[in-house]
């Protein structure tokens, strides 16, 4: 078994460092790298005094720990040395020891990969954005790989799915880590129509550098990156420049320069990013080199037409003194997934002014992971929101 010395390497050298490369190059494998001399190992792949201490400080038990742990909880342990070794990891300077995988990994040669990330703090527009662009291009054969957060990358795990296609979210913690449990069932979904992806130990939790360490896995997977939105310090700009040092192409959806949310991802258009002003645009970058991969979409979502003057906070307060009140405007339900749609009429069909998401199961032909999907859609399109309780109320 090939796993445990590369989980050894991973402990022993530490997690995005260039180490592994020269490792590879210099004995091609891990295992290799274990029966050298502590010497020869040393000077060949230049190791700092960290990495010469953990040499022999790395227990076995430790490492059967993680392979037992994974195991345990169904995920998938993918090494270099591996055929579903994303070929494109390989490539660069920094590359992953171990991918912990929960899922199944799609192939990334065959069909274009594209990333679309977006700030946790995400305004509505950013948010409709990332939804949109990723549901197009899933429906047309691309793969949308994001970061399994809040947020914008949400956003864009949500309309891969609703295509029915497949999506990566790669993590900047180990996949059982007990983090963000907000997106538990995001999680979970995900992994059931695509794949979780960490180079974390199943059970590490987050660290200081973690996810600015992950950003080049998300780049590197990707022909190109779609940022959404970002402000001066946003991470969603780290995944931005991986992305140039990887040679990966970049779009930045241009915003208003009197708002910060775009401050950074502007500053990326002056360094040579190109500008998204239709979704077409990236469909004809890469129907030439993916011609067989790459199909019409099954309908055309269009991109909204304005941005709002701020940027919505995630753990804003509820209105709890909104009321329902007669007449509404008419719901425009064409941009809704069916099972969107579906809840709408349900609500609707009530006349009731607030729900619960047992309502919608007690009435409607959707389970509660349907009806809890649909739900965070309805709120990305600012057809509902939430209220007090756990309860919704269409706008």
């Not at 995900?190 to 780049?219: D, H, K, W």
């Not at 998204?276 to 030439?288: G, M, Q, R, V």
């Not at 009530?350 to 349907?370: M, P, Q, W």
Request: proline fraction near 5%.
């Amino acid at each position: 078994m090939t796993a445990e010395y590369y989980i050894w390497l991973q402990l022993c050298l530490g997690f995005a460092t260039e180490t592994v490369s020269r490792v590879l190059a210099v004995y091609g494998t891990a295992k290799e790298f274990y029966n050298a001399p502590d010497s020869e190992k040393i000077k060949k792949c230049r190791l700092n005094k960290r990495q010469i201490a953990r040499l022999h400080a790395i227990p076995r038990k430790e490492v059967f720990k993680i392979l037992n742990d994974c195991k345990s909880t169904g995920i998938n342990i993918i090494t270099p040395e591996d055929s579903e070794y994303p070929k494109r990891l390989l490539n660069i300077p920094d590359l992953p020891a171990v991918l912990y995988v929960k899922g199944k990994l799609p192939s990334m040669e065959q069909s274009p990969v594209i990333s679309v990330v977006g700030p946790r703090r995400v305004s509505q527009y950013g948010e409709k954005c990332a939804y949109i662009i990723s549901n197009t291009l899933a429906s047309c054969g691309f793969t949308i790989v994001s970061g399994g957060a809040v947020g914008g990358d949400t956003a864009s795990h949500l309309g891969a799915l609703e295509a029915g296609a497949k999506t990566v979210a790669v993590l900047g913690c180990g996949i059982n880590a007990d983090y963000l449990r907000v997106n538990a069932d995001l999680r979970e979904r995900i992994s059931q129509n695509g794949c979780l992806v960490s180079e974390y130990p199943p059970s590490m939790g987050v660290t200081r550098g973690a996810f600015q360490q992950r950003n080049r896995i998300l780049s590197g997977l990707s022909d190109g990156v779609v940022v959404v939105e970002g402000s001066k310090k946003s991470g969603t700009l780290i995944t931005a420049r991986c992305a140039v040092e990887q040679g990966r192409d970049v779009f930045v959806i241009p915003g208003s320069p009197s708002l910060p949310q775009y401050e950074g991802s502007n500053g990326l258009l002056n360094e040579g990013a190109k500008p998204l002003l239709n979704i077409n645009s990236i469909i004809e970058e890469y129907t030439f080199k993916y011609q067989s991969a790459i199909h019409s979409p099954n309908s055309v979502i269009p991109m909204p037409s304005s941005e709002p003057e701020t940027v919505k906070a995630q753990d804003t307060i509820p209105d709890v003194n909104s009321s329902f009140t007669e007449p509404k405007t008419e719901i425009d339900t064409s941009m809704l997934s069916l099972n969107a749609k579906s809840v709408v009429e349900v609500v609707e069909k009530l006349k009731i002014s607030e729900f619960t998401v047992d309502d919608i199961v007690e009435h409607g032909d959707l389970s509660v992971n349907e009806v809890l999907s649909a739900v965070t859609e309805l709120e990305i399109f600012g057809v509902l929101k939430a209220v007090a309780g756990g309860r919704f109320s269409l706008n």
